[in-house]
């Protein structure tokens, strides 16, 4: 009969220790390693959150940019996607400084593109930076803006005649920001890569390159793939 006790004996003891291991676990949630790690993970978020609210916009705008056009394509299109264009987003930056071609970027955009909507702006700060990285344009910014050829002027207001004063401080400091964002390194998803632009009421015979966006009185083009 002994032998039949201890395997009564031991089966009492196992239901006893499995019993304790089990309320051990189940005496408190607060020592629950999820939990606490769901805490942890809370307060990181929580520290991240607070970190990008604290970013100045132009670098808001070089996170959302990343490495995008590496990763997903969704993820890249939703990126792009980002920049608010509006002039309360605007008002919100910063006062812009920057160097000899922020200057020209800023400029450029004063003169040719000052009554257009914040949107028909980025547009040809667009067109300008896609020439920068296009072929057969000079590679700089100053180079672009102040290019000529055959006896005109890639941008008109560089050989109107006419002063470069910037006059209205309220249309500089918008160009002066957008030229900061886009020199900053923001998407430029307005104009699908065009390198070329022209006002709505002329007609220019360019059968060599395509149309991509018509934004406010402007056309964009890019030379046909």
Not at 4 to 32: K, Y
Request: net charge neutral; aromatic share 8%; proline share 4%.
């Amino acid at each position: 009969m002994r032998l039949p006790l201890c395997r009564t004996l031991a089966a009492v003891a196992v239901c006893v220790l499995t019993g304790a291991a089990f309320a051990d676990v189940m005496v408190s949630q607060s020592n629950s390693p999820t939990l606490a790690m769901g805490a942890e993970f809370s307060a990181l978020l929580g520290a991240e959150h607070s970190t990008v609210n604290a970013l100045a916009q132009t670098e808001l705008a070089a996170l959302a940019k990343g490495d995008g056009a590496k990763g997903d394509g969704a993820k890249a299109n939703a990126a792009r996607k980002s920049l608010p264009y509006s002039e309360d987003w605007l008002a919100s930056l910063p006062a812009p400084k920057g160097d000899a071609q922020w200057d020209c970027l800023r400029s450029a955009l004063y003169f040719e593109a000052r009554g257009e909507t914040v949107q028909g702006q980025f547009a040809v700060a667009e067109v300008i930076l896609n020439r920068l990285d296009a072929a057969g344009f000079p590679k700089t910014v100053c180079g672009v803006v102040k290019q000529d050829g055959d006896g005109t002027c890639a941008f008109s207001f560089m050989c109107d005649g006419l002063s470069d004063q910037m006059r209205d401080p309220v249309a500089a400091d918008r160009a002066g920001k957008i030229a900061r964002v886009m020199l900053d390194g923001a998407p430029r998803p307005l104009t699908a890569g065009a390198t070329f632009f022209h006002s709505q009421d002329v007609s220019p015979k360019w059968r060599h390159l395509t149309k991509t966006a018509a934004i406010g009185a402007h056309l964009f083009y890019r030379t046909a793939l």
